[in-house]
């Protein structure tokens, strides 16, 4: 074969390089690796739909790897494996490097909170016989598309002497599953004239959950009545105990694969499971790296990362800064050295809706693991945005490992934007760049993920984690 000059074509070649389908730079054998790790990530998604579930799956995963709670005086050394539970619904995880503490260490982050509705704190009520739950949506929804969908409840409650109930109803095939209701389009002609943000609004976000009443004394008839006696039955509380429960109603579909290929999975709430999951596998499986490696899985990044499970709060600073001071050093400066993976997704070049995207700066799918360098609206606000240097480092350790990776942009200027933990990460003065898999249908029950990407994104943590 000629070898190839540097002509015009080649340049062009080269240009379009991560642009092409993975596929084509996969083996047989190496299409199979990401399909067998996808087969764990379907039953992570189908038990760790809630924050809180994915902690304790990540908690019971980190103790088979060897990992212990860590206590402030731990003695620390290389290999030490070590995690802190974060209230139950965040989770960090730290292997200890041979490097020195200050030399920094390679932080990953995701989160594992995503968009539903939470129950309201006084929410169940009757209406012409029908019992509801009022609800309020969590996180950034398109609301019409969580209307006439099965939905399950998870979370918990706290009854009024301090015990806490663990709910988890409407996964299981013979449990019965809830649902809000829309309008039949022979009585829509004036909803189907609103626009689609306004067709359904936050307060007919309501989840029908009875309809027969209760009939076993005199004061029978009511359907309030007689849930309130199923739960009491079922779960031992009283109505005013909602007040302290965190319900969450979340689609009740299974991960599934998609399309004849097999190539893609569908499932609820990929942002940022999709991330979270590789991650958590490659720091479960880290063994003695040379930097210490740390993986966050937060809470609260739908909601923008306010609150003591999520990012913007000092927990993780507070963890880091625990270890470096056992390791006789202070976490100003292993911070300062540091580098971050922020680790979620970014929206997937969808053909169907090509006008949101500009073609060159889009993610698509099977084109592997997105490195975002700012994220944010309008003129880049709300984003670290990654320096060259940075982004030229993690360029570098992918193209070294054989990481399928592209980049990409979230949409067209001023068509929209979004955020990430990445900038809060990055004001404790870390290098931080955004690196996740392409999503389509992005933040709606049901989301779609390549198979090819969520490996190249586990393949990403590990070499980031080894480096
Ligand atoms: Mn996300
Ligand atoms: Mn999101």
């Known amino acids: 074969m000629a070898e190839k000059k540097n002509t015009a074509a080649k340049l062009k070649e080269e240009l379009l390089?991560?642009?092409?389908?993975?596929?084509?730079?996969?083996?047989?054998?190496?299409?199979a690796a990401c399909d067998e790790f996808c087969e764990g990530y379907k039953d992570f998604m189908d038990k760790a739909k809630i924050e809180r579930e994915a902690v304790e799956y990540s908690e019971a995963l980190l103790k088979?790897?060897?990992?212990?709670?860590?206590?402030?005086?731990?003695?620390?050394?290389?290999?030490?494996?070590?995690?802190?539970?974060?209230?139950g619904k965040s989770i960090i995880m730290a292997v200890i490097g041979t490097a020195p503490i200050e030399d920094g260490i390679r932080l990953c982050a995701?989160?594992?909170?995503?968009?539903?509705?939470?129950?309201k704190q006084n929410p169940l009520y009757e209406d012409n016989e029908i019992a509801l739950f009022k609800t309020h949506y969590y996180g950034g929804i398109k609301k019409y598309q969580w209307t006439t969908i099965p939905l399950a409840l998870h979370g918990v409650i706290i009854k009024a002497d301090g015990t806490s109930i663990s709910v988890n109803i409407g996964e299981d095939e013979k449990d019965p599953v809830f649902c809000v209701?829309?309008?039949?389009?022979?009585?829509?002609?004036?909803?189907?004239?609103?626009?689609?943000?306004?067709?359904?609004?936050?307060e007919q976000l309501n989840l029908v959950i009875g309809s027969r009443p209760f009939k076993d004394d005199e004061e029978s008839g009511s359907v309030k009545l007689n849930i309130m006696s199923i739960l009491n039955k079922k779960y031992g509380i009283t109505e005013a105990d909602f007040i302290s429960a965190e319900l969450e109603a979340v689609p009740a579909f299974k991960a599934r694969d998609i399309g004849f290929d097999r190539s893609m999975i569908g499932a609820y709430g990929h942002d940022d499971k999709v991330c979270a999951y590789p991650a958590l596998m490659a720091a479960a499986?880290?063994?003695?790296?040379?930097?210490?490696?740390?993986?966050?899985l937060t809470d609260k990044e739908e909601t923008g990362s306010d609150g003591n499970t999520g990012l913007n709060s000092s927990y993780l600073n507070y963890f880091?800064?625990?270890?470096?001071?056992?390791?006789?050093?202070?976490?100003?400066t292993v911070l300062s050295a540091s580098e971050c993976l922020s680790a979620d997704?970014?929206?997937?070049?969808?053909?169907?809706?090509?006008?949101?995207?500009?073609?060159?700066n889009s993610a698509f799918i099977n084109k592997g693991v997105v490195v975002t360098k700012y994220t944010g609206a309008r003129g880049k606000s709300g984003t670290s945005d990654a320096s060259a240097?940075?982004?030229?480092?993690?360029?570098?350790?992918?193209?070294?490992?054989?990481?399928?990776?592209?980049?990409?942009?979230?949409?067209?200027?001023?068509?929209?934007?979004?955020?990430?933990?990445?900038?809060?990460i990055a004001n404790l003065n870390v290098d931080t760049i955004d690196l996740g898999v392409p999503v389509l249908s992005m933040h709606a029950p049901y989301e779609i993920v390549s198979k090819i990407d969520t490996y190249m994104a586990y393949k990403a943590f590990k070499v980031f984690m080894a480096d």
């Open 181 to 202: 209701t829309d309008l039949l389009p022979h009585l829509a002609a004036a909803q189907m004239t609103k626009p689609l943000a306004k067709g359904i609004t936050g």
């Open 285 to 296: 499986e880290c063994e003695k790296p040379v930097h210490t490696m740390v993986t966050v």
């Open 345 to 360: 997704v970014n929206a997937a070049f969808d053909p169907t809706f090509p006008e949101v995207n500009e073609k060159n």
């Open 17 to 31: 390089m991560n642009k092409k389908n993975a596929v084509y730079s996969l083996t047989k054998k190496q299409l």
């Open 64 to 87: 088979k790897k060897g990992f212990v709670e860590y206590k402030k005086g731990m003695k620390l050394k290389a290999g030490t494996k070590i995690y802190r539970n974060n209230r």
């Open 389 to 424: 240097e940075f982004t030229g480092r993690i360029r570098r350790l992918m193209d070294a490992n054989n990481v399928i990776w592209q980049t990409g942009e979230l949409g067209k200027v001023d068509e929209g934007g979004g955020g990430t933990v990445a900038q809060y």
């Open 320 to 332: 880091v800064a625990d270890i470096a001071e056992a390791l006789g050093s202070d976490g100003r």
């Open 110 to 119: 995701a989160h594992i909170d995503s968009p539903r509705l939470d129950l």
